[in-house]
Each structure stands twice: as structure tokens, then as C-alpha cells.
């Protein structure tokens, strides 16, 4: 079964917006990453937290962890076209040498 | 200083024929994950190799798929006798260690196509 779930699975904004995905998990995790990928190519590492911290910026994103709820965000602020691409959250709840991604979320940002 | 490579980029076999996808990871790592992606969809953990050893299988079909990460050359994904299904883009991963501490490093993925 999968244990991240991103929400909403597609979003469109228009450039400048922000842009706010969402992920659930269902155990206990060490750390929990963001992960880009444009169409047709591999993975980009954006972001990780680690389970005792609760908030992390770089550059125009800012990631949130809420280990209560089970859930972490990233926002994008001030939207660029080229932000267009699927976002993913991945985390080590199986072990320490296993990530385990989400469905994704398809982020369309309208110039 | 070369990413993860992966080849062959696409791959079209006829069902029952055998495909062979090849990764060499990043420069100083020995550790090394597969992963496939269905269109539209997240990616499903495969394996875990380190050098010459399979640490976890357990998302790889028991039955036609094989992996392995010798100590000379790339890891190897090998599936015999493919069928339509195997369908996907399997991507490769590399790190330097354990992941407790750290990211993943992907390839570009290698499209298989079965027809």
C-alpha cells in the first residue's frame, strides 16, 4: 500500500501564484523528502526535513512536517512556468535505507 | 562529475524476449535502488543493492525479474520474457550511504515498451 499521498493529485495556477501540495503518511518516519520531476525525465531532490524539525525553506520553497498529523507541505511561492512538473514526497517509514514515494502531484503553472 | 547513468534510454521488446536495463551510479556510491513508474503514476521500490550484494527485493517480482550490482561495472535490471505489463520507466538510483542521512540521486530512467 502506498504511504505517502499527496494532495491534490493536479493543480493549475497561474504564474506567480503560490502553490501548495500536501502529504500524508501512515508510520513513524526518520525523515521525509520532496522530490521534482518534469515530464519524461528522472528525479530532482528538492527538499528534506527530518522528523525533529518543523519547518525548512530554500529559496522559493518552504517545507512544513506536522509528526502529529502525519503530514508535510511545500509551498512554492511566486510561481514561475518553469515550476511546471509532478512533486513528489518520499519517506523512510520501512526502514532507514528505503524511500517510499507518493502518487504525486501535478503542478501546472499557466504563464 | 557524471550523474547517474542509465541505457539503454528506451528499449521496445516483443513479448517474451528479454530486456536488460544498465546503471552505473554516481562516483563514490555504492548503494544503489530501482525503481519503477507507471504513466501518471508514483514510483514503486524494486530493489536495494550495495557491491555484490541484494539487501532488499522486496518489491520486485519474484518470478522473470532479476537485478544485481557486481563489483566490476554496472547494476543490471533484467527481466526475462517480458510481457506487456513490464511496460514502464525504471529508474535508477543512487547514494553514498544509507539514507538516514541523506538524498537520492536518480537517472534518467530507462522507457521499456513491450509490444
Known amino acids: 500500500s502506498q504511504q505517502g499521498e499527496e494532495d491534490p493529485q493536479a493543480l493549475s495556477i497561474q504564474e506567480g501564484e503560490n502553490a501548495t501540495m500536501n502529504c500524508s503518511y501512515k508510520t513513524s518516519i526518520n525523515n521525509l523528502q520532496w522530490y521534482r520531476q518534469n515530464s519524461g525525465r528522472g528525479l530532482v531532490h528538492l527538499i528534506l526535513?527530518?522528523?525533529?524539525?518543523r519547518e525548512k525553506h530554500s529559496g522559493r520553497l518552504r517545507v512544513t512536517l506536522d509528526t502529529s498529523k502525519k503530514s508535510s507541505s511545500l509551498l512554492i511561492t511566486a510561481s514561475r512556468a518553469a515550476d511546471t512538473a509532478s512533486y513528489f514526497c518520499a519517506t523512510d517509514w520501512d526502514s532507514s535505507y528505503k524511500l517510499i514515494f507518493g502518487s504525486g502531484t501535478r503542478l501546472l503553472v499557466r504563464p | 562529475n557524471a550523474g547517474v547513468m542509465q541505457n539503454p534510454r528506451h528499449l521496445v521488446r516483443r513479448r517474451g524476449q528479454e530486456a536488460r536495463l544498465r546503471c552505473s551510479p554516481m562516483k563514490g556510491h555504492s548503494h544503489v535502488y530501482w525503481y519503477r513508474q507507471l504513466p501518471e503514476e508514483g514510483l514503486k521500490f524494486m530493489v536495494y543493492?550495495?557491491?555484490?550484494?541484494?539487501?532488499?527485493e522486496s518489491g520486485m517480482p519474484k518470478e522473470r525479474f532479476s537485478a544485481e550490482f557486481p563489483k566490476e561495472g554496472p547494476s543490471i535490471l533484467r527481466i526475462q520474457q517480458v510481457v506487456r505489463g513490464d511496460s514502464a520507466a525504471y529508474f535508477c538510483?543512487?547514494?553514498?550511504?544509507?539514507?538516514?542521512?541523506?538524498?537520492?540521486?536518480f537517472g534518467e530512467g530507462s522507457r521499456l515498451t513491450v509490444l
Open positions: 526535513i527530518r522528523s525533529n524539525e
Open positions: 543493492l550495495q557491491k555484490e550484494n541484494i539487501i532488499d
Open positions: 538510483a543512487s547514494s553514498p550511504q544509507e539514507l538516514n542521512t541523506g538524498e537520492l540521486f
